[in-house]
T-cell receptor, first 114, second 113 residues
Framework: DTEVTQTPKHLVMGMTNKKSLKCEQH?????MYWYKQKAKKPPELMFV???????INESVPSRFSPECPNSSLLNLHLHALQPEDSALYLC?????????????FGDGTRLSIL | GESVGLHLPTLSVQEGDNSIINCAYS??????FIWYKQESGKGPQFIID?????DKRQGQRVTVLLNKTVKHLSLQIAATQPGDSAVYFC????????????FGQGTILTVHP
Protein backbone atom coordinates (compact mmCIF):
# COMPACT_ATOMS: atom_id res chain seq x y z
CA ASP A 1 0.00 0.00 0.00
CA THR A 2 1.22 3.49 -0.81
CA GLU A 3 1.06 6.47 1.51
CA VAL A 4 -0.42 8.57 -1.29
CA THR A 5 -4.06 7.64 -1.87
CA GLN A 6 -5.81 8.35 -5.13
CA THR A 7 -9.51 8.02 -5.90
CA PRO A 8 -11.16 6.75 -7.91
CA LYS A 9 -8.93 3.94 -9.18
CA HIS A 10 -10.79 3.83 -12.49
CA LEU A 11 -12.93 6.45 -14.22
CA VAL A 12 -14.82 6.33 -17.50
CA MET A 13 -16.33 9.57 -18.71
CA GLY A 14 -17.77 11.14 -21.81
CA MET A 15 -16.28 14.16 -23.48
CA THR A 16 -18.96 16.46 -22.09
CA ASN A 17 -18.75 15.25 -18.49
CA LYS A 18 -17.19 17.01 -15.52
CA LYS A 19 -15.35 14.87 -13.00
CA SER A 20 -12.62 15.23 -10.41
CA LEU A 21 -9.63 13.13 -9.39
CA LYS A 22 -8.61 13.22 -5.76
CA CYS A 23 -5.29 12.68 -4.02
CA GLU A 24 -4.49 12.62 -0.32
CA GLN A 25 -1.30 12.24 1.71
CA HIS A 26 -0.65 12.40 5.43
CA UNK A 27 3.15 12.42 5.44
CA UNK A 28 3.34 16.14 6.14
CA UNK A 29 4.67 16.78 2.66
CA UNK A 30 4.37 20.32 1.36
CA UNK A 31 4.88 19.64 -2.36
CA MET A 32 2.33 17.75 -4.45
CA TYR A 33 2.34 16.82 -8.09
CA TRP A 34 0.13 15.60 -10.93
CA TYR A 35 1.59 13.42 -13.67
CA LYS A 36 0.09 11.87 -16.79
CA GLN A 37 1.33 8.48 -17.94
CA LYS A 38 0.44 6.87 -21.27
CA ALA A 39 0.91 3.15 -21.81
CA LYS A 40 4.56 2.06 -22.05
CA LYS A 41 5.77 5.62 -21.47
CA PRO A 42 7.31 7.40 -18.48
CA PRO A 43 5.25 9.76 -16.33
CA GLU A 44 5.05 13.34 -17.62
CA LEU A 45 4.76 16.21 -15.19
CA MET A 46 1.59 18.31 -15.40
CA PHE A 47 1.45 20.48 -12.27
CA VAL A 48 3.44 21.17 -9.12
CA UNK A 49 2.02 22.67 -5.94
CA UNK A 50 4.43 23.97 -3.34
CA UNK A 51 3.03 25.03 0.03
CA UNK A 52 -0.46 24.93 -1.51
CA UNK A 53 0.42 27.33 -4.31
CA UNK A 54 0.73 26.37 -7.96
CA UNK A 55 4.41 26.66 -8.83
CA ILE A 56 4.69 24.78 -12.12
CA ASN A 57 2.16 24.32 -14.94
CA GLU A 58 3.70 22.40 -17.81
CA SER A 59 1.51 24.11 -20.43
CA VAL A 60 -1.37 21.80 -19.64
CA PRO A 61 -4.67 22.48 -21.52
CA SER A 62 -7.25 24.39 -19.50
CA ARG A 63 -9.62 21.42 -19.58
CA PHE A 64 -7.45 20.18 -16.69
CA SER A 65 -7.82 22.36 -13.60
CA PRO A 66 -5.79 21.57 -10.46
CA GLU A 67 -6.74 22.58 -6.95
CA CYS A 68 -4.96 22.25 -3.63
CA PRO A 69 -7.51 22.85 -0.83
CA ASN A 70 -4.96 22.19 1.93
CA SER A 71 -1.54 20.66 2.44
CA SER A 72 -2.90 17.10 2.44
CA LEU A 73 -5.25 17.22 -0.52
CA LEU A 74 -4.84 17.69 -4.24
CA ASN A 75 -7.61 17.61 -6.81
CA LEU A 76 -7.64 17.56 -10.59
CA HIS A 77 -10.87 18.80 -12.13
CA LEU A 78 -11.67 17.50 -15.57
CA HIS A 79 -14.00 19.05 -18.14
CA ALA A 80 -14.55 18.51 -21.86
CA LEU A 81 -11.72 16.02 -22.17
CA GLN A 82 -10.64 14.46 -25.43
CA PRO A 83 -10.06 10.75 -26.19
CA GLU A 84 -6.30 11.38 -26.23
CA ASP A 85 -6.55 12.36 -22.57
CA SER A 86 -7.14 8.71 -21.71
CA ALA A 87 -4.19 7.74 -19.51
CA LEU A 88 -3.06 6.89 -16.00
CA TYR A 89 -3.04 10.02 -13.83
CA LEU A 90 -0.55 9.85 -11.00
CA CYS A 91 -0.32 12.00 -7.91
CA UNK A 92 2.91 12.33 -5.96
CA UNK A 93 4.13 14.20 -2.91
CA UNK A 94 7.49 15.17 -1.46
CA UNK A 95 8.86 17.08 1.48
CA UNK A 96 9.13 20.31 -0.50
CA UNK A 97 11.17 23.42 0.20
CA UNK A 98 13.97 22.36 -2.14
CA UNK A 99 14.98 19.47 0.11
CA UNK A 100 16.47 16.62 -1.91
CA UNK A 101 13.95 13.93 -1.02
CA UNK A 102 12.12 11.53 -3.32
CA UNK A 103 8.63 12.00 -4.62
CA UNK A 104 6.24 9.31 -3.43
CA PHE A 105 3.56 8.21 -5.86
CA GLY A 106 0.05 6.90 -5.53
CA ASP A 107 -1.21 4.05 -7.69
CA GLY A 108 -3.04 6.42 -10.00
CA THR A 109 -6.45 6.83 -11.56
CA ARG A 110 -6.96 5.00 -14.84
CA LEU A 111 -9.01 7.43 -16.95
CA SER A 112 -10.86 6.46 -20.11
CA ILE A 113 -12.59 9.06 -22.27
CA LEU A 114 -15.37 7.79 -24.49
CA GLY B 1 17.79 20.05 -24.29
CA GLU B 2 17.25 18.22 -21.03
CA SER B 3 16.78 14.50 -21.36
CA VAL B 4 17.19 11.33 -19.39
CA GLY B 5 17.43 8.13 -21.36
CA LEU B 6 18.14 4.45 -21.03
CA HIS B 7 20.48 2.39 -23.19
CA LEU B 8 18.44 -0.84 -23.10
CA PRO B 9 14.66 -0.93 -23.26
CA THR B 10 14.46 -4.57 -22.08
CA LEU B 11 16.55 -6.80 -19.87
CA SER B 12 15.96 -10.49 -19.33
CA VAL B 13 17.85 -12.37 -16.60
CA GLN B 14 17.74 -15.64 -14.71
CA GLU B 15 16.73 -15.74 -11.08
CA GLY B 16 19.79 -15.29 -8.91
CA ASP B 17 21.75 -13.31 -11.50
CA ASN B 18 22.80 -9.73 -10.94
CA SER B 19 21.05 -7.10 -13.07
CA ILE B 20 22.41 -3.78 -14.26
CA ILE B 21 20.14 -1.08 -15.66
CA ASN B 22 21.73 1.98 -17.22
CA CYS B 23 20.62 5.56 -17.68
CA ALA B 24 22.14 8.60 -19.38
CA TYR B 25 21.25 12.18 -18.60
CA SER B 26 22.16 15.42 -20.32
CA UNK B 27 21.35 18.19 -17.84
CA UNK B 28 24.63 19.10 -16.15
CA UNK B 29 22.67 21.05 -13.53
CA UNK B 30 21.01 17.87 -12.26
CA UNK B 31 22.03 17.18 -8.70
CA UNK B 32 19.55 14.59 -7.49
CA PHE B 33 18.75 11.24 -9.08
CA ILE B 34 16.13 8.64 -8.25
CA TRP B 35 15.37 5.10 -9.36
CA TYR B 36 11.77 3.93 -9.40
CA LYS B 37 10.21 0.52 -9.96
CA GLN B 38 6.78 0.33 -11.53
CA GLU B 39 4.78 -2.88 -11.49
CA SER B 40 1.75 -3.42 -13.66
CA GLY B 41 -1.26 -1.50 -12.35
CA LYS B 42 0.79 0.37 -9.76
CA GLY B 43 2.41 3.74 -9.42
CA PRO B 44 6.19 4.19 -9.46
CA GLN B 45 7.75 2.92 -6.26
CA PHE B 46 10.86 4.59 -4.85
CA ILE B 47 13.90 2.29 -4.80
CA ILE B 48 16.97 4.40 -4.09
CA ASP B 49 18.28 7.90 -4.64
CA UNK B 50 21.66 9.59 -4.89
CA UNK B 51 22.87 13.17 -4.69
CA UNK B 52 25.49 14.56 -7.02
CA UNK B 53 28.07 14.79 -4.26
CA UNK B 54 28.17 10.99 -4.14
CA ASP B 55 29.41 8.35 -6.58
CA LYS B 56 27.80 5.31 -5.06
CA ARG B 57 25.01 4.45 -2.71
CA GLN B 58 23.87 1.06 -1.51
CA GLY B 59 20.54 -0.21 -0.30
CA GLN B 60 19.13 -3.62 0.32
CA ARG B 61 20.23 -5.67 -2.73
CA VAL B 62 20.48 -2.49 -4.81
CA THR B 63 23.36 -0.16 -5.61
CA VAL B 64 23.24 3.06 -7.58
CA LEU B 65 26.36 4.38 -9.29
CA LEU B 66 26.70 7.93 -10.56
CA ASN B 67 29.35 9.05 -13.03
CA LYS B 68 29.02 12.80 -13.42
CA THR B 69 31.86 13.01 -15.90
CA VAL B 70 29.93 11.09 -18.54
CA LYS B 71 26.48 11.86 -17.11
CA HIS B 72 25.65 8.21 -16.50
CA LEU B 73 23.62 6.50 -13.81
CA SER B 74 23.21 2.78 -13.18
CA LEU B 75 21.13 0.57 -10.93
CA GLN B 76 22.54 -2.77 -9.87
CA ILE B 77 20.25 -5.40 -8.41
CA ALA B 78 21.95 -8.32 -6.69
CA ALA B 79 20.50 -11.83 -6.74
CA THR B 80 17.58 -10.80 -8.89
CA GLN B 81 14.26 -12.40 -7.97
CA PRO B 82 11.05 -12.92 -9.98
CA GLY B 83 9.43 -10.23 -7.83
CA ASP B 84 11.92 -7.75 -9.27
CA SER B 85 10.25 -8.05 -12.68
CA ALA B 86 8.91 -4.58 -13.49
CA VAL B 87 9.66 -1.42 -15.43
CA TYR B 88 12.51 0.60 -13.96
CA PHE B 89 12.75 4.35 -14.44
CA CYS B 90 15.57 6.70 -13.64
CA UNK B 91 14.62 10.29 -12.89
CA UNK B 92 16.56 13.47 -12.31
CA UNK B 93 16.05 16.97 -11.07
CA UNK B 94 18.11 19.85 -9.86
CA UNK B 95 19.24 23.40 -10.32
CA UNK B 96 16.52 25.92 -11.03
CA UNK B 97 14.26 23.09 -12.22
CA UNK B 98 14.18 21.41 -8.84
CA UNK B 99 10.75 19.88 -8.27
CA UNK B 100 10.40 19.11 -11.96
CA UNK B 101 11.24 15.42 -12.11
CA UNK B 102 12.32 14.25 -15.57
CA PHE B 103 12.02 10.53 -16.21
CA GLY B 104 13.98 8.29 -18.52
CA GLN B 105 12.14 6.06 -20.98
CA GLY B 106 12.21 2.99 -18.75
CA THR B 107 13.69 -0.51 -18.89
CA ILE B 108 11.55 -3.62 -18.69
CA LEU B 109 13.24 -6.16 -16.43
CA THR B 110 12.05 -9.75 -16.75
CA VAL B 111 13.37 -12.34 -14.31
CA HIS B 112 12.99 -15.99 -15.27
CA PRO B 113 12.71 -18.60 -12.51
Amino acid sequence: DTEVTQTPKHLVMGMTNKKSLKCEQHMGHRAMYWYKQKAKKPPELMFVYSYEKLSINESVPSRFSPECPNSSLLNLHLHALQPEDSALYLCASSQGGGVRQPQHFGDGTRLSIL
Amino acid sequence: GESVGLHLPTLSVQEGDNSIINCAYSNSASDYFIWYKQESGKGPQFIIDIRSNMDKRQGQRVTVLLNKTVKHLSLQIAATQPGDSAVYFCAETGGTSYGKLTFGQGTILTVHP
